[in-house]
């Protein structure tokens, strides 16, 4: 189980760094076409890319926020229930979050599959939206096997990750 969540931490670390460079990659569009408009010039395409763009940024960063414990937990009533209760809920609410992602993922795939059928592409760059979307199925499936892993490691030996996080 060690390896295999010290894979997990890899390719999450890893769907991090393509969600930075995506947002790096985002400010530099934005800015250029910033300073294009006010020089009469703007970036030609920067609405095709930046589009394109936050679909690196926000599933990028997915994984991680969840390996981090970033998403939204209303804790409200934990020091009320047992910790036996509690670890049934976090699992739980990680195996949904599994499924969820699993789905778009699906999802997703199956509209790449219609963008490539029709030919579809960005409107001024004609960029194959495609390929994000194929992009987009990856970071979901990551994400996926993240809450997944979580769910089992929960359930099975007691280890929440979210106490012991190597990107904290």
Not at 27 to 49: E, N
């Amino acid at each position: 189980m060690r390896t295999i969540r010290n894979v997990a931490d890899r390719l999450i670390g890893l769907s991090a760094i393509l969600g930075s460079v995506g947002l790096l990659a985002e400010m530099i569009i934005i800015l250029t076409d910033v300073v294009g408009r006010a020089f009469g010039a703007p970036l030609y395409g920067s609405q095709d890319l930046v589009i394109m763009t936050m679909v690196t940024v926000v599933f990028g960063g997915m994984a991680i926020c969840d390996r981090k414990g970033g998403h939204i937990a209303i804790d409200l009533f934990e020091d009320h229930y047992s910790r036996l209760f509690n670890r049934i809920v976090d699992a739980g609410s990680a195996l949904l979050g599994a499924i969820i992602f699993a789905m778009i993922a699906w999802t997703v795939f199956e509209s790449a599959k219609l963008s490539i059928m029709l030919n579809l592409s960005t409107n001024l760059l004609n960029l194959p939206k495609a390929w994000f979307q194929w992009g987009l199925c990856g970071f979901a499936l990551l994400t996926s096997f993240g809450m997944l892993l979580r769910a089992v490691e929960l359930a099975f030996h007691n280890h929440n990750i979210h106490k012991e996080s190597p990107f904290v």
